[in-house]
């Protein structure tokens, strides 16, 4: 029983471990824009680690802002 109680908290570190690992210390927004200067689309990586995308991709991407992740 006291192995299986060590196991379980080992686990339990591991996990929390990963996951203050997996989340960035910045969260950054960009907009896409085409030849003539206009906003085809847009993306954004969260503090939750995931990107997400509207619009066209496929223009140059600049970097509009970068906020610190807690």
């Known amino acids: 029983m006291k192995k ?22 910045y969260g950054r927004s960009y907009e896409y824009y085409d030849a003539e200067g206009t906003q085809i689309g847009g993306a954004e990586f969260n503090c939750s680690g995931h990107w997400f995308y509207w619009g066209d991709t496929s223009g140059t991407k ?7 992740c807690f």
Request: hydrophobic share 70%; charged share 5%; net charge negative.
């Open 4 to 25: 299986a109680i060590y196991a379980i908290v080992a686990l339990a570190t591991v996990a929390a471990a990963g996951i203050a690992y997996a989340m960035p210390s």
């Open 62 to 68: 600049v970097l509009v802002e970068t906020y610190a």
